[in-house]
């Protein structure tokens, strides 16, 4: 079994952007975990454990989405939280596109047999980080108030990614098992 997801990597030029935002948000003093900067990616399906044998099917149906799906910009703004501001559990960065949400509906059809999709309405968002509790939540609610509108900058989808992800006791490890490039 395997722990597999699909994504889309994100840019160097939008992490640089990133890290000032999450320094920030660890200095409120807040119980969290960062999502390393290496592993910043949007989720555009999560399979859960899967049977390695499943792997070349899955890998033939992303090679369709992707190779009928043209390249897009991604737009970084905004930050929110799941599941309320009143119990945060994820601090996440919005994204302004369309082609994104479509693309995730477009995998969630074809995979929905794999891992059924979890909510009902797709969320295109980049989640940085993870609070464990509600200590200091006050001085986090004022820092993501002074950041809602920011903008974190604009980059090319022009691939996705099926991921291996291993939880180990350091953190997440993220492994590509296949990259599948996106249309011209």
């Known amino acids: 079994m395997k722990r597999l997801f699909v994504a889309i990597p994100v840019s160097d030029e939008i992490r640089q952007a990133i ?11 807040v119980a969290l975990r960062l999502v390393s900067l290496e592993n910043l990616h949007f989720t555009l399906k999560f399979l859960g454990d899967v049977d390695e044998s499943r792997i070349p099917e899955i890998e033939d149906k992303l090679q369709d989405i992707a190779g009928n799906t043209k390249r897009f910009m991604i737009k970084v703004k905004n930050v929110g939280v799941f599941p309320s501001l009143e119990k945060i559990n994820v601090v996440w960065l919005g994204v302004e596109d369309d082609s994104l949400v479509s693309l995730m509906k477009k995998i969630n059809q074809e995979l929905n047999y794999i891992k059924p999709q979890d909510h009902k309405e797709e969320v295109a968002h980049l989640t940085i980080a993870r609070i464990k509790t509600g200590k200091n939540k006050g001085n986090l609610l ?3 108030k002074s950041i809602k509108d920011k903008e974190f900058g604009e980059m090319e989808a022009d691939r996705m990614i099926l991921y291996e992800s291993e939880l180990l006791p350091e953190g997440q490890v993220h492994k590509v098992v296949k990259e599948f490039q996106l249309g011209d």
């Open 19 to 29: 890290g000032p935002v999450a320094e920030s948000i660890v200095n409120t003093g």
């Open 142 to 144: 004022e820092f993501l």
